[in-house]
């Protein structure tokens, strides 16, 4: 196939993702998917192999390729029909990551003949659980079945999910969203195949399949062939205080790469297990932003690649273990990887961002309007040091992607108020190049008695800086700060009781230096003559190490 054709199709099946996306964030109906973003959409082919994938958020990833390869398990194509839709969460029956991520998959039919499936996922922040011991703890487990059947809903499977939700208008209205989208993505696809023929356009899925490969191998061959070996570790395992090793080997072989995990910890007694599919999502993804990241993220990608982990650890649980915050442990393996590939490529890889998927959650019953709510969100914190550059401050890093919940939509939605929302000053690690900030987000309950969940990593062991840098500040939960009652609240809790008028405050980790201090060259004064600004630059004395965290020696 010529190469312009195969860009044009190649762009046109990763706009048909895109659009889908953006109609999902359009029409959702809950601050999380609408506001946040909290969602992804991908196209697939008749094998289950990613054929285009929007830029949302790549643990998504990992929901979305276990779910497509368990349709097809238990659904040949000669069971499939046009019209057809599934839904499927469960991360060990059905593939999945987190019962909260809730995936709705349609098979896509060209001349008669299945030509692939269009896929979206939403976040539904409903359950959030007061003592989260096992996969049955947190929610609704939904296998792969049919929501619709011939183009027309299951009204009986739509009421039993209703049923097992806190908030069911807002479910009910983010279903609709994400069935559409799904229709949307159909008809786009159709509009594709109809222009540039079935033929044409599976051909061109095949070679931009082998175009993937070809350009991760070509990457890989440019590393240096050794074994490169990394150790980090979780503050703890959600109930106790005992740190958790993430351990990683890579090695590299020519142009293929193998990723073993042999020496990790044990599964988490909480809800910090990894399943297989959110491993392979988050080492994908490390991969792809080290080694190159114009590699289009499709299934050839993956064929240069194995990963293995050893089950029954943190990062390849089995069923009971809960996994409801696997993103703590998804940014703590991405840490690794990035860790593992500095000593390969010295320069190339920034120090340790914030490494956590900080969040909280405050559930209860709306005075306003007598109705149940649940609010949720992840915060951001600081971004790497590079070799060039400052890290960024108050940003999500590594395998989370969601936007910032603005404070008019939240005080407008939620009977709670924000107090405070600013950079934590002095949380970059020191270094030539500093890292990013980490961000304070104090919330007040209105009116009523609420539940807290607070979630958080990087609250005892710092990120880690590069080549001297240093680590950077680490995180926190607290209740009530700055009077005579404030308290520190353990990094990971359930169900905490507040009062009207508590107010919780989160801090989120601050982010790893580069370089040795001493050598951040001294503050420069530019003045632009045309407009009048003056940039005075900022120095490593401006941004005092944070108090309180422990490194890890590297």
């Not at 919780?504 to 503050?523: F, H, M, N, S």
Request: hydrophobic share 40%.
């Amino acid at each position: 196939m010529d190469r312009i054709t195969l860009e044009v199709i190649g762009a046109g099946l990763l706009t048909v993702a895109e659009e889908m996306g953006a109609a999902l964030i359009r029409a959702s109906y809950s601050t999380n998917i609408k506001e946040r973003r909290d969602c992804s959409t991908a196209i697939f082919d008749a094998r289950g192999r990613v054929i285009a994938q929007a830029e949302h958020i790549p643990m998504h990833l990992g929901s979305l390729l276990g779910t497509v390869e368990e349709i097809l398990r238990r659904y040949p194509p000669s069971a499939l029909a046009p019209g057809d839709m599934f839904i499927v969460n469960d991360p060990y029956t059905g593939g999945g990551t987190h019962l909260p991520d809730i995936n709705l998959v349609a098979p896509v039919f060209a001349e008669g003949a299945l030509f692939g499936f269009v896929a979206n996922i939403a976040h539904h922040a409903d359950r959030t659980g007061e003592k989260i011991r096992t996969i049955w703890d947190e929610g609704l487990r939904i296998p792969p079945i049919r929501l619709l059947e011939g183009g027309r809903l299951r009204e009986d499977v739509m009421e039993l999910l209703l049923a097992n939700f806190a908030v069911p208008d807002e479910r009910r209205g983010d279903f609709r969203a994400q069935l559409a989208v799904n229709r949307l993505g159909e008809r786009r696809l159709g509009e594709l195949i109809a222009r540039w023929g079935l033929a044409t356009v599976s051909a061109a899925c095949d070679e931009l399949l082998a175009w993937g490969e070809r350009k991760i191998r070509a990457a890989i061959t440019a590393v240096p062939d050794g074994v490169y070996r990394f150790a980090d570790a979780m503050d703890d395992d959600g109930v106790g205080e005992t740190p958790v090793p993430i351990v990683v080997a890579i090695t590299v072989a020519g142009d293929r790469m193998h990723v073993d995990f042999a020496g990790s910890g044990p599964e988490s007694r909480g809800d910090l297990n990894v399943v297989r599919g959110a491993l392979l999502a988050t080492v994908y993804y490390a991969l792809k932003a080290i080694l190159d990241p114009t590699i289009p993220a499709n299934g050839g990608f993956y064929r240069a690649i194995t990963v293995e982990a050893p089950e029954g650890t943190i990062v390849n649980a089995r069923p009971p273990a809960p996994v409801g915050w696997r993103t703590q442990t998804c940014q703590r393996i991405a840490d690794v990887v990035f860790g593992a590939l500095a000593a390969a490529l010295p320069g190339r890889v920034p120090a340790a961002g914030n490494g956590a998927n900080a969040a909280m959650v405050f559930t209860g019953v709306d005075p306003r309007t007598r109705r149940w709510y649940v609010y949720l969100e992840t915060l951001g914190g600081g971004a790497g040091a590079t070799a060039e550059a400052d890290g960024l401050d108050g940003v999500q890093v590594h395998v989370t992607n969601t936007s910032n919940l603005p404070v008019e939509c939240l005080e407008l939605e939620y009977p709670l108020l924000v107090r405070e929302y600013a950079l934590v000053e002095g949380s970059g690690g020191a270094g030539r190049t500093r890292g990013g900030m980490g961000i304070r987000r104090t919330i007040e309950v209105l009116d009523h008695e609420a539940s807290f969940l607070g979630s958080l990593d990087r609250a005892r062991i710092a990120p880690w800086g590069l080549a001297g840098g240093r680590p950077g500040g680490c995180g926190a939960l607290v209740l009530n700060p700055g009077t005579g009652g404030a308290q520190r609240l353990p990094s990971k809790v359930w169900g905490y009781r507040l009062a009207p008028g508590d107010y919780v405050a989160i801090l989120t980790p601050g982010a790893g230096g580069y370089g040795p201090p001493g050598e951040r060259p001294a503050p420069q004064v530019r003045a632009d003559l045309e407009d009048g600004i003056v940039d005075t630059g900022r120095a490593a004395a401006d941004y005092p190490q944070a108090a309180g965290g422990e490194s890890n020696g590297r």
